[in-house]
């Protein structure tokens, strides 16, 4: 916000000070903007061309007035003129409310007459500050004893109890942030901003994941030794300065599962796992990038969250929040600044509801040297896989894939949701859907000489990620600790210790093995699944969640020691290790009868969309045209993707 508003010059700072307006809480904000010398009321309105006498402002009053801006350089000023703004104003901002009416300053550069109508409306003004610029429409606060004017951010609630340490500022002299302590989150008004081609992204509010470096601020990484060990960071992530620069509006930082690895709900152990605003609130919203997802999928006044994804930190818990989420481009995000778990895996992610918000940012998060792959849409071909189930019934796990078209048996209201989204689908992309059994794929074509079976591939995420983790970054940190502690440990939540043990244990001979194997399954999957005609565009669809409860306190069973980890085939791998995107992209939502609530409740269903290396803007450009067309809709936050369709009890 401070992008759009400047500081008044030679104006001391104030002390941190919070009030009610309108029911509402506000930040005002330390540093003023501008500095009124005096303010007519509209009943001194110009009369055959001559000003009134200046009123100069109540030095003996203290206390901030709420106060709206509006800029005016019109003649005439009406009451249709008046309230045509006033709704304007309620529509598009959620910070200003009528309590701001306690004044309206006219900001005008042209001789004004206000209509007899709003004569009696004293609380129309117009004023002579320093310095004398205009400021952005929208809410403010003026003290009377000083005549300056401050812009506001409200405070916002954080139910779902997804950011960490709470409101942050940003010190623009200093261009870094500052916490408030609040357990609030706050936004400024978003009347301050407007898009431009330098700035596509003003007044889009978003929040990043607390593993991302932002300046002035911790990195705790879900630790909270970590987060006490290290001192405030003097830089903030190329990447979120991007999204900074391109006027996106940080407002704060969010849970991590511990050092970004995956984790249940009752195995954090530091921080509360933050909560799933689907269905009845209590089922588990993945990991790692936890309250990201939990936070675009709860509030209307977040726009989009930035979170990683290794093995499907961004993409699993998109799909159970039922919002977009992304894994771009392996290499076309930078990662500097940023909690590396493994530099052969990781990615920057992007969550959000709408595929338009989606977009913007994710063009301004890609780094400038690397080139998106674009054709014209009008040479477009399209080759649409969809991954099915084997055609018999004996599929060990069904929930992976789509329907086979030979079978008839249905896994729920999910599988009909699902044939009919991949029906519009080809239908949107004018082409004919080619159902692939990714087994058989294998069986035919697989290098199966080098990797035996499509399960050979489970361990090597485990081999790659946690001895690199372990030596990289967990055993310097205990290092660090124990020098700054007297020699004591630190905390390291049970399955992550459990993890990063076994991650010791592996040999150097072991993980160079498996990343030459990655290497194998990459190019089987570049070159065989995502295999197209001359011209055409490989898409690859399958289910990512189907909507089946999973509740917050239910244990994860694979906590033994022999069991710690998912070692068969996952289909998060087919990006992973290939380096291609892959993007979750919420469809629909179905009934369930929840344990919590006794009641019908809804939960989101998803699809995995893939494409080669290179093919995020096709991607990109697909899922905001398929929303406009009716084919996608953006999800609504809260409890209900779709609050408009009824519940059956209903």
């Not at 030095?59 to 019109?74: C, M, Q």
């Not at 009528?98 to 550069?109: G, K, N, W």
């Not at 916002?156 to 950011?163: E, G, L, M, N, S």
């Not at 990484?221 to 900074?244: D, H, M, W």
Request: charged share 20%; net charge neutral.
């Amino acid at each position: 916000m401070d992008s759009a508003v400047g500081a008044a010059s030679e104006v001391a700072w104030i002390p941190k000070t919070f009030m009610t307006i309108g029911g509402a809480q506000y930040y005002i904000h330390p540093s003023p903007v501008k500095r009124y010398t005096w303010l007519w009321l509209n009943s001194w309105r110009e009369v055959q061309g001559k000003e009134p006498s200046n009123i100069p402002l109540n030095k003996s009053i203290t206390a901030f007035v709420p106060v709206t801006l509006l800029n005016w350089n019109k003649v005439h000023f009406t009451k249709d003129n008046f309230e045509a703004n006033v709704a304007e104003f309620a529509s598009k901002d959620d910070v200003w409310n009528r309590s701001f009416l306690t004044a309206l300053v006219l900001q005008r550069s042209k001789p004004l007459r206000i209509s007899d109508e709003l004569l009696n409306a004293e609380f129309i003004h117009t004023g002579c500050a320093e310095p004398d610029t205009d400021l952005p429409n929208g809410p403010y606060v003026i003290q009377p004893s000083t005549g300056n004017c401050f812009a506001v951010s409200r405070l916002f609630d954080d139910p779902v109890q997804a950011f960490i340490g709470g409101g942050i500022h940003l010190q623009s002299s200093l261009n870094s942030f500052e916490w408030l302590h609040t357990t609030h989150t706050v936004a400024p008004s978003r009347l301050y901003y407007e898009r431009t081609a330098l700035q596509p992204l003003a007044g889009l509010r978003f929040a990043v994941k607390d593993i991302f470096d932002v300046a002035g601020l911790e990195t705790g990484c879900g630790n909270k030794g970590y987060r006490e060990l290290y001192p405030k960071k003097s830089f903030t992530a190329p990447c979120v300065q991007r999204l900074i620069d391109a006027g996106a509006v940080l407002v704060g930082k969010t849970k991590s599962s511990q050092f970004a690895d995956g984790e249940d709900p009752v195995e954090w152990f530091d921080y509360l796992a933050p909560f799933n605003p689907r269905g009845d609130a209590y089922q588990k919203p993945s990991s790692s990038s936890t309250g990201s997802a939990a936070a675009t999928a709860a509030y209307p006044w977040l726009d989009f969250a930035l979170g990683t994804d290794t093995g499907g930190s961004t993409r699993h818990p998109a799909g159970v929040c039922g919002i977009y989420g992304t894994r771009p481009s392996f290499m076309t995000v930078s990662g500097e600044g940023v909690f590396s778990v493994t530099p052969l895996l990781d990615t920057i992610g992007l969550f959000a509801r709408s595929s338009s918000v989606l977009k913007a940012a994710s063009q301004v998060i890609t780094d400038p040297s690397y080139q998106f792959l674009f054709r014209p849409k009008q040479q477009m071909k399209y080759k649409l896989i969809c991954l099915t189930r084997a055609a018999g019934t004996g599929s060990e796990n069904p929930y992976k894939w789509f329907r086979h078209p030979s079978n008839s048996s249905v896994l729920g209201p999910a599988d009909d949701q699902f044939k009919s989204f991949v029906k519009r689908f080809e239908n949107y992309l004018k082409c004919d859907r080619v159902p692939v059994t990714l087994e058989d794929l294998w069986n035919e074509t697989g290098p199966k000489r080098q990797i035996k079976t499509l399960d050979a591939t489970g361990n090597l995420y485990n081999i790659i990620v946690y001895s690199t983790v372990a030596k990289n970054r967990i055993d310097p940190f205990i290092a660090d600790y124990r020098v700054e502690n007297n020699g004591r440990m630190p905390f390291i939540d049970p399955v992550v210790k459990k993890r990063t043990d076994y991650g010791r244990t592996i040999k150097p001979s072991q993980y160079t093995e498996a990343v030459e194997t990655a290497k194998v399954f990459s190019k089987w999957v570049t070159n065989t699944l995502l295999a197209t005609s001359e011209g055409e565009i490989p898409i690859v669809i399958f289910p990512q969640s189907w909507g089946l409860p999973s509740y917050r306190d239910e244990p994860n069973p694979k906590v033994s020691d022999s069991s710690l980890f998912w070692t068969k085939f996952s289909t998060y791998s087919l990006s992973y290790l290939s380096g291609c995107p892959d993007y979750t992209v919420p469809i629909g939502e179905v009934p369930y009868t929840s344990k919590i609530s006794g009641c019908e409740e809804r939960l989101p269903i998803s699809i995995s969309m893939l494409s080669k290396p290179g093919m995020d803007a096709v991607l990109l450009d697909l899922l905001e045209e398929m929303e406009h067309s009716g084919v996608l809709r953006a999800p609504a936050p809260g409890s209900r993707m779709y609050p408009d369709s009824p519940l059956m009890s209903e």
